[in-house]
Structure formats: C-alpha cells, structure tokens
C-alpha cells in the first residue's frame, strides 16, 4: 500500500490480517486463556508475516518488576542453585522471577512452572505465562509478548540460542544475560560463568601432584562450552607437565549419572586403564564411582576420581567426592544483578563474567597404588 510501507504495522492490522477482532489480537498477545489454539496461531502468524513488535510496555506505577528465567531443565541440583541465587538476588531488589523450561531433548518446549518473588522471602509455583496456548520459549511469539510485558530481561541458563532469536530478542529490546552459555559467545552478548578453564587446571594439577600420569577425562557434550574448557584445562595441564594427553583416555557424553557410567565403564574395561579420572561434573563422577564399584575396584586405592560442581550429592557420596567448586548461586546472583543493569541502560564492567573455581579435596584422591594399571 502506497505511503504505509514504512509504518510501523497496528495490532489493528495484525487483526485484520488474521480475521479476528483487535481484542482477540490482544488477548493472544497477552497469552490470555479461552482463545482457540487456530485462532491463536492464525494471529501469531499474520505479527510474523506482518513484522509487528508491540510497544507497549507496563503503565507507570502499576506492576512489579519482572524478569524470565529459562532453564534447559530444573530435574538437577545445578538449576536448583542458579534459581536459589536469581531468587536471592530478586528479593534484593524488589524484582518478581518467572521460570520457563526448555525441553531437554533441544526442542524448545515449554514445560515448566513460574516462580515469583517479590521483597519477601517466598516463593510460589505455578503455571508460567510465558508457555500459555503452547508457546515455547525463545520462540518469536515468546519473544514479542516478554517486550510487550514490559518484561525487565531474559536470564538464559545454559541454553543455545539460535543466531535469529538473539536478532529478535535485540529487535524487541529485550535485555539478555546467559549463565553457563552452551556455545561461543561474541562481544556482542553478556554472560556469567565460572573460571571453567581454570577449574579444569586444578583438577589436573592435583592429580599430578598425587602422582597420577594415567588420567582420563570424562566430560559432557563435546560442544558443550563449559565442558570443552574443562577438558582444555585438563590437557593444557598435561602438556605444561609434559604428561602427553592420551586420546583414548578422554570421553564426552553428557553431564549425567548415567553418561558417567557408560564412559567409566569403557575406561575401565581396559587393560591399560587409567590411576585417575577427571570428572566433568559431580552427576558424571558419581557415574564413575558406580562403575569403579562394578568392576572391583576401590576409590581411591585404585583408582582417585575428581568431580565438578561441588554438589550437595559430592558431600554425601561414599567416598566423600573431592570436586572443583563452582559459586553456582553467586553465578545466578550476578546474572539477575546484570540485567538489571542492562535494563537500566547502563554499562556492564564485563560482557564475559567468570567467577573463581576452587579444589575442594575429599576421599576420592589419593596417591596411585604400585600395583600395575592393569592388576
């Protein structure tokens, strides 16, 4: 249509297109419930095809403040402590939480509840908005309806964002801050993490120092980010001891009980097998000592296993897990803290936060017995 091209496009538009009245429009937009899942997917179609963004942001003086936190999965410790510390930080200043979960297998469905705080101390669960009628999270709808809640930002708790979505969450203005980033980050975006890299030394280094040569490295998916630079500590480590890095000693699975059976087990069956494992999580080390048990073998006497975390789980485990301790909380604290700085327009002393590791030794190291590898 001649002279309307450059116009921003109306929800009236967006309804006229989609066939429905403005007030449906709204409600879809809103995530209002009793609107027909067609209907519903009709309108988010026609603010696609349309480019619609909403501008409309929360009236002065009416709701709190809010800010959405989407997990990978809340079914592990790790998660439960980045929310213990977005919480914390939230009731510090005044900020309410809501929680969105993406589908663990990499598709992005919303699955989980919200959980909102206010200057209290409590916290209450529910359904989340943000996944109301079926919409996922990161989606382009998700996206339009955090910017036209006025929402304070997105915490992104080691999740992969695709190169489109992070251009549709800069077109709608909402701020972003990633924890534990599951792939590269450049300049352009802001993330807190712990010193990954250094965490991986640590662990080495005491291993070494114990006296181990043969040390395996069983770690998480090979392009998960937090688990690559533990691994790249791990082999920086042996070279700067000049121990050469042995290819048939390093696994990468997933960061689970279950993957750390499965490469412990294959570590173990041979007959070369490694005096120490290097863990890269406490859930994978945990795997690893099941699997030392199933083949007869005592930890530490036989083999010194080292996890990452430092996990209540880590505490508990028989043996007690020596483990390199990450601030997880304190990661989720300064996550909520930084988006509220990005929200305010303000700059960020660091686009790449990483939070200092430390070795926490248990009764899971110790020095290697004399008997050959293979006894």
Do not use: C
Not at 180 to 198: E, I, K, Q, R
Not at 282 to 295: E, N
Not at 333 to 341: D, E, G, M, S, W
Request: charged share 20%; proline share 5%.
């Amino acid at each position: 249509m001649p002279g309307t091209s450059r116009r921003r496009p109306t929800l009236e538009q967006v309804a006229a297109e989609a066939g429905v009245s403005t007030s449906t429009a709204s409600k879809v937009l809103n995530a209002r419930p009793n609107i027909s899942a067609g209907t519903r997917r009709r309108v988010e179609e026609a603010m696609e095809r349309l480019g619609y963004a909403p501008t409309t942001g929360p009236r002065a003086g009416t709701a709190v403040r809010t800010a959405t936190v989407v997990f990978r999965t809340l079914a592990d410790t790790y998660a439960m402590r980045v929310l213990e510390g977005v919480l914390a930080s939230a009731r510090e200043h005044g900020v309410e939480v809501v929680v969105d979960v993406l589908d663990v297998r990499g598709s992005e469905r919303g699955t989980s509840g919200s959980a909102s705080v206010g200057t209290s101390a409590g916290t209450s669960v529910g359904t989340a908005p943000g996944t109301a009628g079926g919409t996922a999270p990161l989606s382009p709808a998700w996206i339009r309806r955090q910017a036209a809640r006025g929402r304070v930002g997105v915490v992104l708790v080691t999740s992969e964002p695709t190169a489109e979505q992070h251009r549709l969450l800069r077109a709608h203005g909402v701020a972003v801050v990633h924890v534990d980033p599951a792939n590269p980050l450049d300049d352009s975006t802001v993330s807190v993490g712990s010193a990954n890299f250094s965490g991986g030394v640590q662990a080495t280094r005491h291993l070494l120092d114990l006296g181990h040569r043969r040390i395996a490295f069983a770690g998480g998916g090979p392009t998960f980010q937090p688990s690559a630079e533990r691994l790249q500590g791990y082999l920086s480590t042996l070279r700067t001891a000049g121990v050469e890095a042995d290819e048939a000693l390093v696994r990468s699975r997933a960061h689970t009980f279950e993957a750390g059976v499965a490469m412990a087990d294959e570590l173990l069956d041979r007959t070369d097998r490694p005096t120490a494992v290097f863990a890269a999580s406490d859930s994978i080390a945990l795997g690893v000592l099941a699997s030392a048990q199933r083949h007869g073998l005592r930890v530490p006497q036989d083999l010194s296993v080292v996890g990452f975390d430092d996990s209540s789980a880590a505490v508990s485990s028989v043996p007690a897990l020596t483990t390199v301790r990450q601030p997880v909380a304190e990661m989720g604290r300064v996550a909520l803290r930084t988006l509220l700085q990005l929200a305010r327009g303000e700059r960020v002393d660091s686009h790449h936060v990483e939070l200092a590791t430390t070795l926490v030794v248990r009764d899971s190291t110790a020095a290697p017995s004399a008997a050959p590898a293979g006894a």
